[in-house]
Nanobody, 127 residues
Framework: QVQLVESGGGLVQAGGSLRLSCAASGSTFSSYAMGWFRQAPGKEREFVGTITGSGLATSLTFYADSVKGRFTISRDNAKNTVYLQMSSLKPEDTAVYYC?????????????????WGQGTQVTVSS
């Protein structure tokens, strides 16, 4: 069983930055894509971004339009950890952020493409 534990959430002013971490258990972490999703109050969970697994020559990332240019996903396979660096934060970025492990080396924007989920970490951006 794979366990994912997010950390790094908190309260930040608009325009500020935060870095979320997601630590994964299991020896095959590097083989799978990892994704970040978020759920704002009263809204459905939405895709934030994803990074491919190590099966490809170069890790590739893909982001939702709403965060492109402000958020960056990276991974450290030696530490079984994926990161979400968030900059130029806006109040509309307020949400619970979840990391998820993909079913294969490449996973897209749909929740069904991810097999394991963390418990989430709250990010609140004040105006």
């Amino acid at each position: 069983q794979v366990q994912l534990v997010e950390s790094g959430g908190g309260l930040v002013q608009a325009g500020g930055s935060l870095r979320l971490s997601c630590a994964a258990s299991g020896s095959t972490f590097s083989s799978y894509a990892m994704g970040w999703f978020r759920q704002a109050p009263g809204k459905e969970r939405e895709f934030v971004g994803t990074i491919t697994g190590s099966g490809l020559a170069t890790s590739l990332t893909f982001y939702a339009d709403s965060v492109k240019g402000r958020f960056t996903i990276s991974r450290d396979n030696a530490k079984n950890t994926v990161y979400l660096q968030m900059s130029s934060l806006k109040p509309e970025d307020t949400a619970v952020y979840y990391c998820a492990r993909g079913r294969t080396v490449v996973s897209g924007t749909e929740e069904r493409e991810y097999e394991y989920w963390g418990q989430g970490t709250q990010v609140t951006v004040s105006s």
